[in-house]
T-cell receptor
Framework: KNQVEQSPQSLIILEGKNCTLQ??????????LRWYKQDTGRGPVSLTI?????NTKSNGRYTATLDADTKQSSLHITASQLSDSASYIC???????????FGAGTTVTVRA | KAGVTQTPRYLIKTRGQQVTLSCSPI?????VSWYQQTPGQGLQFLFE???????NKGNFPGRFSGRQFSNSRSEMNVSTLELGDSALYLC????????????FGSGTRLTVV
């Protein structure tokens, strides 16, 4: 069964600090992995998308990594800002199924 | 280019009523999917339509239904509303789900009282 697990469930960090979110998946055959940012009450917005051959992708202060061998991905937030407070969702796509697998998300709270 | 548009943005309904939510996908996108998100919960998949055909369905009761029109616009209907149906309903569209994933709309916040 295709599954995506994210950790931690939530975290609190001080403004200016860095943090790393984890995503482990069992989706097979793997097509791509996407990180979304969802502000409260809004729709998710794509941050990065990575295919099997990519192991790092950046979008400003967000850097995603992918280890397709261990089926793990991480999202690193550098020099956090108050606007980074949101839920971050890991979504994995299988190459033989149109149904995506969603993680439950990590809620990040940045405090001044 | 315009994003995924959902209407209305907010909605308040009474238990037992029915409701229809609308989604206009990005131009050229033929796949439209719907998700329910309740407070503190992850995205729960409702169904996906591609070229007017339901291609995938989640584990929701038959009170939840949808359809897609020839211009790819989609509607979702919930009949006999229950208090537990209060949620953020998200629509997403894609032109290639497997390789590019979805672009989400801002959602419709449904409150059942």
């Amino acid at each position: 069964k295709n599954q995506v697990e994210q950790s931690p469930q939530s975290l609190i960090i001080l403004e200016g600090k860095n943090c790393t979110l984890q995503c482990n998946y069992t989706v097979s055959p793997f097509s791509n992995l996407r990180w979304y940012k969802q502000d409260t009450g809004r729709g998710p917005v794509s941050l990065t998308i990575m295919t099997f051959s990519e192991n790092t992708k950046s979008n400003g202060r967000y850097t995603a990594t992918l280890d397709a061998d261990t089926k793990q991905s991480s999202l690193h937030i550098t020099a956090s800002q108050l606007s980074d407070s949101a839920s971050y969702i890991c979504v994995v796509s299988a190459s033989d199924d149109y149904k995506l697998s969603f993680g439950a998300g990590t809620t990040v709270t940045v405090r001044a | 280019k315009a994003g995924v548009t959902q209407t209305p943005r907010y909605l308040i309904k009474t238990r037992g009523q029915q409701v229809t939510l609308s989604c206009s996908p990005i131009s050229g996108h033929r796949s439209v999917s719907w998700y329910q998100q309740t407070p503190g919960q992850g995205l729960q998949f409702l169904f996906e339509y591609f070229s007017e055909t339901q291609r995938n369905k989640g584990n929701f009761p038959g009170r939840f239904s949808g359809r897609q029109f020839s211009n790819s616009r989609s509607e979702m209907n919930v009949s006999t509303l229950e208090l537990g149906d209060s949620a953020l309903y998200l629509c997403a569209s894609s032109w290639d789900v497997v390789n590019y994933g979805y672009t989400f709309g801002s959602g419709t916040r449904l409150t059942v009282v």
